[in-house]
């Protein structure tokens, strides 16, 4: 079992807890004119959110051996955290200024806190990056404290969740719950575990939402500047989200399965596994492949290293995908599962798990990547 703490749990902070003074008063917040603050009890919430910016929110979704005696914190209580902060330090706090925009009692003892994180006079072109986010976290009232929990326990509430193997559906009472596509999830995963045996995945819930948007609202993002996405696998939470309103969802099921507690795999190659089993867009991977070989035939400096770097340049969907679905398509073809336990097991270490599976330096690999990609041209 991973070492977290399950959502339904709250953060273990007191809002009479001091912060540490190297901590205190560093993000600037800022509560709008609509919030009541000769409410006791919206001030009591908002001085604990206060707090809990103060405290690092990136640090505590970043370091491996967090737990909670370290910190006042429970880990998972802002399901927002790995999207909004991302880098530790204050770097997206002192650029993005939070405004607490509504501290809103929804029921007795619950109250719903909505941030904006907004720049004033930015240059372009970061200009174009504002507002970065809106998020909702709950407060709520237990043995006479106020303690923050994250919105997706309570926007589910309800919500019907039949259990198959080692996933959980969770979906509206609305939703048709579809036993086959559930069924093919399960026989998918388990045939993934059975090829990859050095995966070793924990039972998930698996949340079904109707758009994009849904997708991202019901852990608290009522908007963010690179949201919207199709789904969002929270592994370290076991917690899948899909916003395709159907049981099967392949891409987002490989992330879940494709996790051990001694792989630490680069990003390309995570996502590239994903993406060369599961596919992107809701087409397989060779399906996506003859749009990702126009794209590279077009432009001759695109090279896989350019993705590393991020440095694209092009406006592509699969971008994220297809540059490691690619190389992970080679690593298979060459030395099989094994070589696949190779890439995921060198993390940052990437073009040393290449040349041990490939045999190629960083230049020859570059060659014979391009090639391999122009293959699927149309």
């Not at 690092?56 to 802002?78: C, G, L, Y």
């Not at 504002?130 to 237990?142: C, D």
């Not at 596994?273 to 001759?300: C, L, P, T």
Request: charged share 25%.
């Amino acid at each position: 079992m991973r070492n977290h703490i399950k959502w339904p749990l709250f953060i273990a902070a007191l809002i009479t807890c001091a912060l540490p003074p190297a901590l205190a008063g560093r993000v600037d917040v800022t509560l709008s004119r609509g919030v009541d603050t000769t409410d006791v009890d919206r001030r009591a919430v908002f001085a604990l959110w206060v707090d809990y910016l103060n405290a690092e929110p990136a640090a505590i979704w970043t370091d491996p051996d967090w737990n909670a005696a370290k910190s006042r914190f429970w880990r998972d209580f802002d399901l927002t955290a790995p999207f909004v902060y991302q880098t530790v330090g204050d770097s997206i706090l002192s650029r993005y200024e939070p405004t607490v925009m509504a501290i809103d009692e929804e029921a007795e003892g619950r109250f719903s806190i909505r941030t904006l994180f907004y720049s004033e006079g930015l240059e372009p072109p970061a200009d174009t990056q504002n507002p970065w986010a809106i998020v909702r976290v709950y407060a709520e009232r237990v043995d006479g404290e106020w303690k923050l929990r994250n919105a997706l326990g309570v926007l589910t509430h309800g919500w019907h969740r039949p259990a198959i193997g080692k996933i959980t559906f969770v979906s509206r009472p609305s939703h048709d719950f579809d036993v086959s596509r559930a069924l093919r999830s399960i026989a998918f995963c388990d045939s993934i575990s059975d090829i990859y045996d050095f995966f070793q995945w924990d039972p998930f819930d698996f949340y079904i939402t109707s758009s994009r948007e849904e997708a991202d609202e019901i852990i608290g993002l009522e908007y963010y500047l690179d949201g919207f996405q199709w789904g969002h696998a929270l592994c370290s939470q076991d917690i899948l989200i899909s916003g395709r309103g159907t049981e099967w969802y392949p891409n987002g099921l490989i992330q879940m399965v494709a996790t051990g507690p001694s792989l630490d795999p680069h990003p390309v190659v995570r996502r590239g596994f994903a993406g060369w089993i599961g596919g992107w867009d809701k087409r397989s991977y060779a399906d996506n492949m003859g749009e990702a070989a126009e794209i590279v035939a077009a432009n001759e400096t695109i090279s896989f290293e350019d993705y590393i770097s991020s440095d694209w340049g092009v406006d592509f969907a699969g971008a994220q995908w297809f540059p490691g679905a690619v190389l992970c398509d080679m690593v298979f073809a060459a030395r099989g599962a094994e070589g696949i336990k190779v890439l995921f097991e060198a993390g940052s270490k990437l073009y040393e798990g290449i040349e041990s599976t490939l045999g190629l330096d960083r230049a020859a690999f570059q060659r014979a990547w391009r090639q391999k990609v122009l293959e699927f041209s149309r």
